[in-house]
């Protein structure tokens, strides 16, 4: 039996990650499992709401439905979320493995990040004279920032020099703030430190950049050192001095370290630490103990297929936005985005799916209609789905089960899931298959980024579109009677139904009305007789019914949907509206205030009706039953 693994992180720090991921494919390639990446982009910049709607992603999945969960902490930073994830697992009852952050009773993988720090720390002392040092860390609350900067101090403790480190910057992980905090310092007037040791390669490269856009040089005016020794850090100049965390062996450790849990052969808790290297680099005055030309060199003769590549990309993104902002229904989006996808999915492969919320299409037309916010609904959109070049016929599909058309006897495979959504509102998600390449280079940012922003463009665009056309036509409303149409019933029906598909908590009433004797009246005494008759009808319905939207759902015929108040008094308002009714008569004349109406009314019973047009068939049925009883009442009458 095929097993799967729920891999959650942000794909910020992608170049670790790629080779975290590979090392972990490699440790199962004599396994049968596929590994689950949810994935999004949140950082600290972000406001609440665009980290909430970033990181639903990771509500998507059902751990009941997995094998075991893979925390990337060095990627993952968000204690909360952290937090939510475990304990989803734990009441699931499945193995995890934490990477970059330790928590009680969980296995954790990770490297040694203090030895290494400490290698660093011994290295700017004994071979630069670094005697004053600012430490760049990432958040206060990160265990692999907070293991690194306990490294140096213990290392300056035990040489007797507590006081060369001078400053503890907190950057969040932000590469901004280290090129604001080297701006500050630079125009301070202040004595520059001989040493800025970075929690990771990003903000060091970024602290190069700042000291050089003011004038000073790297290392010849400050060392700068890195941690990750990611290959941007290698060729960028002055190649940075890092640490390599090795993480294609602790992907594989992680891998092997699961395998040992499910089969009972190391228990929860257990650690499994790898060896990290300090590298020199010219960041640091050390030109000698690499050759970064070399690779520079190489990164050059791949940059033209990189730029081939990109290009590429792009015009399909611009394809995917020209697309979406051209369709000016929901409908026809789901249709030019097959087709666009259909014909040309060389960057996305045969296997890739889109999938959007069923509401996000009603949700342009009605502002009551709001989008989950918290996980995903339990029946998706299928906008595009192919898995393995096969297509997924259905329309919908069972969020629950995650990938539309999968196998569990095929061979094994990565499977990242990328949120869309404005916001904390979420649009849906889109689906790539067997990806490490872009996770390295960021395209599945790119691309998710894209997706959203046209998505929200385009949702925008026809929520003002409809704004106007209602202005014009009022074309939700019957303009007769001035209650809502049929064309608005059919979007509350649609609502209502994906209401029921997901198996919410649905308490809603649906009353018919059919107005009695209208053609009698039309005839004998014309049409704009007839039409105030119907308007006498229609107000003592709204009376009634007063919390409920009516609508007009054809000559005489009229629909309350009963919610709250209404539904709670739905056998009191019946009652109350059938007592108002006149005595029924079929000759002419009627009195002035003269009004007959036959109704029936049923609550939607999740045991009986499996779709809304159930409720209002047994409605018609009920509505059907009182116009008889309504006209025996007569004839009752004629007998006696």
Not at 113 to 122: G, K
Not at 222 to 229: C, H, K, P, R
Not at 352 to 372: A, Q, R, T
Request: charged share 30%.
């Amino acid at each position: 039996m095929k097993k799967k693994i729920a891999f959650f992180t942000t794909g910020w720090c992608c170049e670790i990650l790629s080779q975290f991921i590979s090392g972990m494919q490699k440790a199962f390639s004599s396994e049968h499992v596929d590994i689950f990446l949810f994935v999004c982009y949140a950082t600290y910049g972000d406001n609440d709401a665009v980290r909430r709607g970033e990181m639903n992603i990771f509500n998507l999945p059902d751990m009941n439905d997995f094998d075991g969960a893979v925390l990337f902490g060095s990627g993952l930073d968000f204690q909360d979320v952290l937090d939510n994830i475990l304990e989803r697992c734990r009441k699931a009852g499945v193995p995890v493995v934490m990477q970059g952050a330790e928590r009680d009773g969980i296995s954790y993988v990770g490297s040694d990040n203090y030895q290494a720090t400490r290698d660093m720390c011994a290295h700017l002392i004994e071979a630069h004279d670094a005697h004053r040092i600012v430490f760049f860390a990432g958040t206060e609350d990160s265990h692999d920032s907070n293991l690194r900067l306990k490294a140096i101090k213990d290392h300056l403790n035990e040489c007797g020099h507590p006081e060369y480190l001078k400053e503890v910057f907190y950057t969040n992980w932000e590469n901004a703030a280290a090129s604001r905090f080297v701006n500050d310092l630079c125009t301070s007037g202040k004595e520059l430190p001989d040493v800025i040791i970075c929690a990771n390669d990003g903000l060091a490269m970024e602290s190069c950049l700042a000291f050089s856009e003011n004038g000073y040089k790297v290392p010849g005016d400050v060392m700068v050192t890195g941690f990750d020794y990611i290959d941007d850090s290698q060729i960028f100049d002055p190649s940075i001095a890092s640490v390599d965390q090795c993480l294609t062996e602790m992907g594989g450790a992680a891998a092997q370290l699961w395998l040992d849990m499910i089969n009972s052969r190391t228990a929860a808790g257990t650690s499994r630490i790898i060896p990290c290297r300090f590298i020199p680099g010219e960041s640091c005055g050390c030109h000698e103990y690499r050759n970064s030309d070399k690779k520079r060199r190489r990164v050059g003769r791949e940059g033209f297929s990189k730029r081939s590549m990109t290009t590429y990309f792009n015009r399909k993104l611009d394809r995917i936005d020209s697309t979406v902002l051209s369709c000016r229904t929901y409908e026809e989006l789901k249709k030019n985005l097959y087709d666009l996808f259909n014909k040309d999915h060389e960057y996305e492969g045969d296997s890739y799916h889109v999938l959007l919320e069923p509401n996000f299409g009603l949700s342009i037309y009605d502002s009551d209609i709001k989008l989950n916010t918290k996980g995903y609904s339990s029946h998706m959109d299928v906008v595009y789905s192919y898995e393995d070049g096969v297509r997924y016929g259905a329309g919908s599909f069972d969020s629950k089960e995650l990938v539309p058309g999968y196998r569990a006897d095929a061979a094994n495979h990565l499977y990242a899931f990328l949120p869309l959504h404005e916001e904390d509102e979420a649009y849906g998600y889109v689906i790539f298959r067997d990806c490490v390449d872009k996770i390295y280079n960021r395209f599945l940012h790119n691309y998710q980024n894209r997706l959203s922003l046209v998505l929200d463009k385009f949702r925008h665009a026809l929520t003002l579109d409809h704004i106007n056309k209602k202005l014009l036509d009022l074309m939700g409303k019957d303009p007769l009677t001035g209650v809502k149409n049929r064309m608005a019933f059919e979007d509350k029906e649609k609502y209502l139904q994906s209401l029921i598909n997901d198996g919410s908590d649905t308490a809603f009433a649906i009353a018919a009305f059919d107005v009695n004797n209208l053609k009698l009246i039309n005839d004998n005494n014309g049409h704009d007789a007839g039409d105030e008759y119907l308007n006498r009808c229609c107000h003592l319905i709204c009376r009634v019914f007063k919390h409920s939207p009516v609508y007009r759902v054809g000559g005489d015929e009229f629909l309350a949907v009963l919610h709250d108040e209404d539904y709670d008094r739905a056998e009191e308002l019946s009652a109350d509206m059938k007592s108002r009714m006149s005595p029924y008569s079929d000759e002419m004349p009627l009195p002035d205030d003269y009004v007959s109406i036959a109704m029936g009314m049923v609550k939607f019973d999740s045991a009986k009706d499996r779709s809304v047009a159930d409720v209002m068939k047994r409605a018609d049925e009920k509505m059907y039953e009182d116009k008889t009883r309504i006209k025996s009442t007569k004839e009752n009458l004629h007998h006696e």
